[in-house]
């Protein structure tokens, strides 16, 4: 069987792949679906551009859809980038953009974390702490409804980029418990502390709380 994910995010599909694989699901993006819209992401909160992708593109295949949206909340900076952190460097953003502007936004305000946790022993700032949110929605066509979850993951954001896996802004949170950054994890590790994974975990909870499957 597959399920279908509500995502062009290729860093997403990655891991949702990894995690249904245990399940005996394949997935499948919004790539298999070239003919389908691009949802509008136009809510204020992450839980409701989930719902927004999941029901747009749910409501079109008559099927259930999960959609993931997630962001980086940052403490020095408000909060931001938040639910535009796809979209914080503009238009044409990239990972390596939206990274540059987090680091020239966090310089100009001069944030400094220092002495709140461990640092990388070989070097490296921490300028703030903060946290990769997740929020999950899958679109259940006979409810014309949703059952969702919320995952998060606490850490500190880096002066500089460190280590090549994952995707998005791992690069630059900082985990002091495991002493890595977001990057430096395998998808499985990741799976096992992160803001996805812990959505993920609370969403099959719900779904056999409501008997669906
Ligand atoms: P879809 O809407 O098609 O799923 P997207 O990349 O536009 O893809 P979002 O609107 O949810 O998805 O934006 C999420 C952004 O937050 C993503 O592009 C990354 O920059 C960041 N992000 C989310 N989860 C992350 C993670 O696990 N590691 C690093 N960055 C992450
Ligand atoms: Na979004």
């Not at 394949?26 to 719902?51: C, H, I, M, Q, W």
């Not at 020239?104 to 946290?131: I, M």
Request: hydrophobic share 40%.
């Amino acid at each position: 069987g597959y399920i279908v994910v509500a995502t062009g995010n290729a860093g997403k599909v990655k891991e949702f792949a990894h995690a249904f694989a245990g399940l005996g699901l394949s997935v499948r993006s919004l790539k298999d679906y070239p003919e389908l819209p691009e949802p509008v992401e136009d809510g204020d909160t992450f839980a409701a551009n989930a719902r927004i992708k999941a029901g747009t593109i749910g409501r079109l295949l008559g099927a259930p859809v999960l959609a993931d949206d997630s962001g980086l909340c940052v403490d020095a900076l408000g909060g931001a980038p938040g639910v535009y952190s796809a979209r914080y460097s503009g238009p044409g953003a990239t990972d390596a953009r939206n990274n540059a502007k987090l680091l020239r936004e966090l310089e100009a305000a001069g944030a400094d974390a220092s002495g709140r946790a461990a640092a990388p022993p070989d070097g490296g700032r921490l300028l703030s702490a903060g946290r990769f949110v997740c929020a999950l929605a899958l679109y259940v066509p006979e409810r014309d409804g949703y059952i969702e979850s919320e995952g998060a993951m606490e850490g500190f954001v880096l002066d500089a980029p460190r280590g090549s896996g994952g995707f998005g802004y791992d690069p630059l949170l900082w985990l002091p418990e495991l002493g890595r950054s977001a990057a430096e994890l395998s998808v499985e590790e990741k799976q096992r502390v992160s803001h996805r994974g812990e959505a993920l975990r609370r969403l099959l909870a719900e779904l056999e709380r409501s008997g669906i499957r």
